[in-house]
């Protein structure tokens, strides 16, 4: 628990994901457009549409060489409580772990997927950028032509697999963002 100045509650967890160049780190990056990208991703629709406990909610993998952290988070709606937000949270993580997501949602990823990448090498900047990631990380400049590949080749197994591998319960941490006059009040 940390306490700051700030106005509403959030929580965030972090699960610990393997480096940048593993092909379990491209599965991750999908998996977060399937809980939080978009009006219609699975956190999204819980959250903040059905159970209105959240005013936003995020998951993101954040990469590194060697380990990352793939991390989920949300910002508590005036009166929700953390916990609740907590366990709606699992039951969506649960439900990515036991049931193949649609071919729609799937569909939906891979495109979001492959425009995301045709728009990071749209400018000389992003071309820069991605050649330079490319060749200090991956050891291959040539993947700017053929790392879309490396998306395309993750099935809907592999997205339930990577959830069950390193989205667990009990081997995670649990951060709770609270405002400060809530630490007077403990």
């Not at 379990?24 to 209105?52: C, F, H, P, W």
């Not at 772990?97 to 997927?113: D, G």
Request: no cysteine.
């Amino acid at each position: 628990v940390v306490y700051d100045n700030i106005q509403l509650p959030a929580l965030f967890v972090g699960y610990r994901m393997p480096g940048q160049t593993d092909a379990d780190a491209y599965t991750l990056q999908m998996i977060t457009r399937v809980l939080s990208e978009g009006g219609s991703s699975r956190l999204n629709q819980r959250l903040i549409e059905k159970d209105k406990s959240a005013l936003q909610v995020a998951s993101f993998p954040y990469t590194l060489e060697d380990y990352g952290i793939f991390i989920t988070l949300a910002i508590a709606n005036m009166g929700r409580s953390l916990e609740e937000i907590e366990a709606a949270m699992d039951e969506e993580i649960v439900r990515l772990q036991t049931e193949l997501i649609s071919e729609e949602e799937y569909q939906k990823i891979q495109n979001m997927v492959e425009n995301d990448f045709v728009s990071s090498n749209s400018s000389m900047a992003g071309i820069a950028e991605s050649l330079a990631n490319y060749h200090v990380y991956f050891g291959d400049a040539n993947l700017i032509n053929n790392e879309i590949e490396r998306y395309r080749k993750v099935t809907r197994e592999d997205i339930q697999a990577a959830a069950k591998k390193y989205l667990v319960a009990n081997k995670r941490v649990i951060l709770y963002y609270l405002p400060k006059e809530k630490s007077t009040e403990q």
